[in-house]
């Protein structure tokens, strides 16, 4: 396609755009303007596909001396944040937009950018221009690689990605963490927000009741927890605001929820959602764990040696973590997100994801070697899924959310599955946001609610 936008400098040009795919970046446009009467020229890429239904969080340990790791490649989207702690130094959003560098290319194009009006603060403010260049010294000892640093990376949209060149296995210095979008983050990537429903200058009005003989404790079941909208229509019994509260994201229209809670046997209760929406075509799917947040982690083992096995159906909560270790094959908590399906569904959707993500190494530029790897990576992947040797696949999860099907009716004469119960350590309750939860109001109230006649 092409455009004739006016130039800022003549007023003339063309601008040309083309909507490609990119492996690792999924879909973009890419934008070309040039004027052969003035010379202006720029580019840009911009993201065109679907936001993720998380926000991403890359922190990767860039250790001195090692320009490898400077080397690694970093696509960001038009919503990330680039952050180095060591330096108090952050790139905004709208800087550096929807590029596709290396972490030494993102650095020193920072740098070329603080660089470019220096002489004109050297004229206006000397003592700020000198502290500047103190401080892009500093950065540009980094790129060179000359000091150890993080280099994080956030993006609510979760778009945003810092390559791993020991893909598929795990990297030591590489951490991704994934999140819940705020209200102000889904605000600013066009998501629709349910405004305040309280006006400026109304008095905040208490609908709790207290505890009888404690009027310190208030009486209040939910809590504060979940959208004060969903929360109250709930409460209401009222399933078309239930529907308007809940699916605000997808579209402005009314859709439909449908959710069902049943017991899965040698399992837990489990709640099974489905949303559709007839005005955009929009429709979700989903299972989450019923019941309260158990005391201990739960670890899965599966020896898998059959046909049989690779039907088994699992339950794969969005706080698990996966490992294969034939494969060297090791998933964070999150990745995925819940799925319900068998051991040999999960494992394809495991490749297909990392195939997805991981495209550096395999566009057509890329060094033998790390096709050499991906090609035998795959080639294990076959072998495993036809059974022309047993492995062994590990559901970890803290949360004890994870389910694999038994292949007897007792889970003790299933020689094949292991389930190991475990203390959670501090990080993980961390990670899981259990240290700082407060419950002791609630438990509480409902304790006061069981007791009353």
Known sequence: MVLRPACDFCGQGTTRLLMTMIPHFREVVLMAFECPHCGERNNEVQFAGQLQPKGCCYRLEVPRGQNEILNRQVVKSDSATIKIPELDFEIPPEAQRGSLSTVEGIIMRAVDELQALQDERKKVD?????????????????????????????????????????????????????????????AALGFLVEPPTEEPGDQPVNHASTVEG?????????????????????????????????????????????????????????????????????????LKPGGEIPAKGKKITLRVQNGKDLTRDVIKSDSAGVKVPELELELASGTLGGIV????????????????????????????????KWEDFNDRLSKLLSLQEPWTLIIDDGLAASFVAPATDSLEDDNQLTIEEYVRSWEQNEELGLNDMDTSSADAAYNTTNTNP
């Open 126 to 186: 000397p003592q700020k221009a000198e502290a500047i260049d103190q401080f892009l010294a500093k950065l540009r000892s980094l790129g060179l690689g000359e000091a150890a640093f993080t280099f994080v990376l956030d993006d609510p949209a979760g778009n945003s990605f810092i390559e791993n060149p020991n893909a598929p296995s795990s990297d030591p210095l590489l951490s991704v963490r994934f999140y819940e979008r705020t209200r102000e983050q889904q």
């Open 341 to 372: 399906t068998t051991v040999e569904g999960l494992i394809v959707k495991i490749c297909e994801a990392l195939q997805r993500v991981h495209g550096f190494q395999l566009g057509d530029s890329t060094l033998e070697w790390k096709k050499k």
């Open 214 to 286: 404690n009027p310190e404790v208030l009486q209040e079941p939910h809590g504060s927890v979940g959208a004060v909208a969903g929360r109250r229509a709930i409460a209401q019994g009222n399933p078309d605001e239930v529907a308007a509260a809940l699916c605000r994201y997808s579209a402005p229209e009314e859709c439909l929820v449908l959710d069902l809670w049943l017991e899965i046997p040698y399992f837990r209760e489990v709640i099974v959602m489905a949303t559709t929406c007839d005005m955009c075509g929009y429709r979700n799917s989903e």
